[in-house]
Nanobody, 117 residues
Framework: QLQLVESGGGSVEPGESLRLSCVMS????????IGWFRQAPGKEREGVSC????????????AYTDSVKGRFTISRDNAKNTVYLQMNNLKPEDAAVYTC??????WGQGIQVTVSS
């Protein structure tokens, strides 16, 4: 059974950076699309970014929600079964619990990101 484990969260000041990791383990879904979602207190969960499978012959499709374009970068290392979310120039409104998801079916446990001065 596929499991997802996030890491890399924490507390930073506005303008700083964090890199989240989502490590896949167990019986893997075939070439899963991985999405990052976030949910702030009192708000609905929103999709932040997603990346489809890529290999040496093709480049994975990538998408971002408008509010993070130009600041966040999603990438994947298939050899490490890991998807990263590099978050630069973090803003207070980015603070939330971030969770990764595989193919819309499997969720990680979530990790807290706090942005405050």
């Amino acid at each position: 059974q596929l499991q997802l484990v996030e890491s890399g969260g924490g507390s930073v000041e506005p303008g700083e950076s964090l890199r989240l990791s989502c490590v896949m383990s167990g019986l893997a879904l075939d070439k899963p699309t991985i999405g990052w979602f976030r949910q702030a207190p009192g708000k609905e969960r929103e999709g932040v970014s997603c990346i489809t499978h890529s290999d040496g012959a093709s480049f994975g499709g990538i998408a971002y929600t408008d509010s993070v374009k130009g600041r966040f970068t999603i990438s994947r290392d298939n050899a490490k079964n890991t998807v990263y979310l590099q978050m630069n120039n973090l803003k207070p409104e980015d603070a939330a619990v971030y969770t990764c998801n595989a193919n819309g079916l499997v969720w990680g446990q979530g990790i807290q990101v706090t942005v405050s001065s």
